[in-house]
């Protein structure tokens, strides 16, 4: 049969079992001996992606003057990795434990944040480097995983005050830890394809100078792919049959997600620039249509969900003006395409996205709140593989776990009788796991 060469797409774990068929019960193919894929061994990859900062940051300028706001740096990063992994037998089915560690260059930064005084600051992640157990369970070909261990990164924060330089925190190394999940897949031969999503916690800092005083706590957010080389790896596996994804499906999912929503607010002489970090969880329900043509599959899917993102610790204007920011719910409506290696599909997927943007502002005259409906688009990638729960739910059942992006454009707000106006501009990152039922009659090979 073909050996087929295909890209994984996925930030997040994904569940991995059978898939079957609904009315009809669609046969079961024994997959060869050599399907059984062996991940033991070392490997050694490299990789590319992009990372998010969530940095809260608190600054006390004279007593009774604090502002709280995020630095949120952003952009591209690459390095390499170097890993073991040993396989074995569970309950659950193969285990696939293993030793990875990375090191990264990285050009994350946020210039952009300026408050009143005007106050700018600037964060840069110049590196960072992770030492990580993984953990996790392999169907054939394709691994799920959980992922965690030691992280340190290169940090530098610096303070400019009316055109001068307060503070400069210099080059400093911080260190933490991390955690993540990803998914990791056979392209042929000894290489393996994979997508991860890691968060890295790297402690929290406190500086003090001119008589004042900088808290900070680095937590960024990692994105990215790798391509790996199986050193000894035989590589051999028989692709399973496709699977037949034609038909309609439903749905729910459930996942995180957090906000880069970049904000102006201006009262008067005064104007800020600042972030407005919303995290929390998102849930909903998904329904979409499949067609397949060989091993592709293009579809139509739709989704709604509630969500409990939140950032009620906000406060600029010297700590005068209080932000409580929440987008309570969201949906969207997005085309998919994907490539059905064997029984498991890997997508990329987009289109339009809705969602309510709700705003409270608390000043010393009281408090107003906004909310409005915005609409934008959105664009992201997954994975989609069949699932089955130690035999506790039937055969048309499939898993899956996806990362959208999603931008809701910019909405403008007039505050105090139009004295304070607000501009925000929402864009959120969702990391989501589902779980599909499809009326359809798949056929896939048992491992």
């Known amino acids: 049969m073909k050996r087929i060469l295909a890209g994984v797409a996925l930030i997040g774990t994904a569940v991995s079992a ?5 009315a009809t019960k669609a046969p079961y193919y024994k997959a060869p001996i050599v399907a059984v894929y062996d991940w033991t061994g070392f490997y050694v990859g490299v990789n590319a992606g992009a990372g998010l900062g969530r940095d809260r940051a608190i600054q006390n300028f004279a007593p009774g003057l604090t502002s709280t706001t995020y630095l949120q740096p952003f952009g591209a990063l690459g390095g390499g990795q170097i890993g073991y992994n040993y396989q074995t037998n569970s309950l659950f089915g193969p285990l696939v434990i293993g030793l990875e560690g990375d090191f990264q260059g990285a050009d994350l930064s946020d210039t952009r944040t300026t408050l009143s005084g005007p ?5 840069k992640l110049d590196w960072f480097a992770t030492a990580r157990g993984r953990i ?3 169907r054939g070909p394709v691994l799920n995983y959980f992922t965690g261990g030691f992280a340190a990164g290169d940090v530098r924060t610096t303070v400019t005050e009316g055109g001068f330089t307060a503070f400069d925190s210099g080059k400093r190394t911080l260190t933490g830890w991390t955690i993540g999940s990803g998914v990791e897949a056979a392209l042929g031969g000894n290489w393996t ?7 890295l916690d790297l402690g929290n800092k406190t500086d003090s100078f001119l008589g004042q005083t900088l808290q900070t706590s680095v937590r960024e957010n990692i994105f990215r792919v790798g391509l790996n080389y199986r050193i000894g790896g035989n590589g051999l596996y028989a692709p399973a049959p496709v699977a037949n994804w034609t038909g309609f499906y439903l749905g729910g999912n ?13 009262i008067g002489p005064f104007s800020e620039q600042f972030n407005l970090g919303l995290d929390g969880f998102a849930g909903g329900g998904q329904v979409g249509y499949n067609w397949q043509a060989s091993n592709w599959v293009y579809g139509l899917e739709a989704d709604f969900q509630g969500s409990t993102q939140r950032d009620n610790d906000t406060a600029v204007l010297f700590g005068l003006a209080a932000y409580d920011a929440k987008l309570p719910w969201f949906g969207t409506v997005r085309g998919r395409l994907g490539y059905s290696l064997g029984s498991t599909l890997f997508y990329g997927t987009g289109g339009y996205a809705y969602g309510n943007v709700k705003t409270t502002i608390t000043a010393g005259t009281g408090s107003e709140t906004i909310s409005k409906t915005a609409s934008g688009w959105t664009a992201g990638a997954g994975i989609e593989t069949p699932f089955t729960l130690l035999g506790l739910v039937g055969p048309n059942w499939t898993s899956k776990t996806e990362y959208l992006y999603v931008d809701l454009g910019s909405t403008t707000s007039d505050f105090a009788g139009g004295l304070a106006p607000n501009t925000i501009k ?8 589902g779980i599909n ?7 896939v090979a048992k491992y």
């Open 18 to 22: 059978q898939a079957a068929d609904l």
């Open 119 to 123: 106050v700018n600051y600037s964060q």
């Open 136 to 138: 996790g369970i392999a």
């Open 193 to 199: 394809g994979k997508i991860e999503y890691l968060h």
């Open 254 to 266: 459930f996942g995180s997600a957090f906000a880069r929503n970049r904000t102006t607010a201006s």
């Open 426 to 433: 929402v864009t959120e990152h969702i990391f989501r796991t």
């Open 437 to 443: 039922y499809h009326f359809n009659s798949p056929v």
